[in-house]
Every structure is written in C-alpha cells, then in structure tokens.
C-alpha cells in the first residue's frame, strides 16, 4: 500500500507543473468574469439608482400609483377638452362666417357708388342682406332675412351678385 501511495505521489510531482498551470488559467478566468460581474452590478446599481432618485423615502408602488392618477387626470382634462372643442364647432356653425359686400351707384345722376349691398351669413348660409340706397335727397336702408341662401324678397341684381358671393365662399 505503501508503494501505491508513493507512486501516486510521484505521479502527481510530475505532473505539477501542469495542474499549476492549468489552476492558473482557471484562476486568471474565474478573476476576469468577477470583473465583469463587478462593471454589470455597477451598471445595474446605478440605474436603480436612477430609477428612485427623486422618491424621497416613498415606496416606488407609491411613486407609480400617484403617476397613473395624474395619468388618469390628464385624460379625463384631456377628454373634457375635445367634448368642449365639439360643442364650440356646433356654435360656430351659428356665427357669421362669410360675408360680401358690393358697392355701387344706384342712381346715374348720383357722383359715386354709395349705395352697397352687404351679405351676412353663417355655415348655413343663414343671416341677413343688407342695402342701402344713396339718392341725392334721401337714403334708404334695407334688411332682407336669408334662409339657407334663399331671401323671400325679391332681390336686386346687385343683392343677388352679392348673395352669390357670399354663400360661395367656403366656411373653414
């Protein structure tokens, strides 16, 4: 038995050498990956770090439920925004969105065009025409209602030309 272990020894002397040399290579691989290991927890701690810079002692749950609430805030602004901004374009639709105007001598022993026609109209081409005739002894002024582009009255040529005009005109 003796013997046995005695070569086992000398078996093991001469290949010393080796098994340093390959311990060595393990070693220099095993201190290599811990340096790699060591820059990855780095990089990872900093971006933690990042993450709760700014929670003074809050939990992050905290931190994100408040977040979704200002989330949900905003959409419920942002929500109330556009049904506001659908009903102003409803009511706009009602308000004077084109007008044309005409001016011209109603008369040939008048000087100069001072009489005029003037349309005003909503989206609708609802509103109102409106003339005044300039003589040398008196004025006279005119209001004709216009119902989706159409007046009741009869209407000048001037007033028609003007009327055209107006409801030609796009309303955006």
């Known amino acids: 038995m ?13 290949y010393i050498p080796y098994i340093l ?10 201190f290599i990956l811990v340096i790699v290991l060591f820059k990855s927890v780095n990089k990872l701690e900093n971006k933690y770090r990042r993450l709760m810079r700014g929670t003074s002692g809050k939990n992050l749950e905290e931190l994100l439920i408040s977040q979704l609430e200002n989330i949900e805030k905003a959409n419920s ?12 374009r409803e009511r706009i639709k009602e308000c004077v969105q084109k007008i044309a105007i005409m001016r011209y001598k109603a008369f040939e022993d008048v000087g100069s065009d001072l009489s005029f026609s003037v349309a005003i109209l909503d989206e609708n ?3 109102v025409m409106l003339t005044g005739i300039y003589g040398r002894q008196e004025s006279t002024t005119y209001a004709k209602p216009i119902d989706k582009g159409i007046s009741r009255y009869d209407l000048s040529e001037e007033e028609i030309y003007v009327l055209n005009e107006a409801t030609n005109k796009s309303s955006k």
């Not at 003796?2 to 001469?14: A, D, R």
């Not at 040399?21 to 095993?30: D, E």
């Open 2 to 14: 003796k013997i046995v272990v005695e070569s086992v020894i000398n078996s093991l002397n001469e």
């Open 21 to 30: 040399g390959g311990m060595s290579v393990i070693i220099l691989l095993l």
């Open 77 to 88: 602004n942002s929500q109330e925004a556009l049904d506001r901004c659908a009903d102003m």
């Open 125 to 127: 081409n609802d509103g």
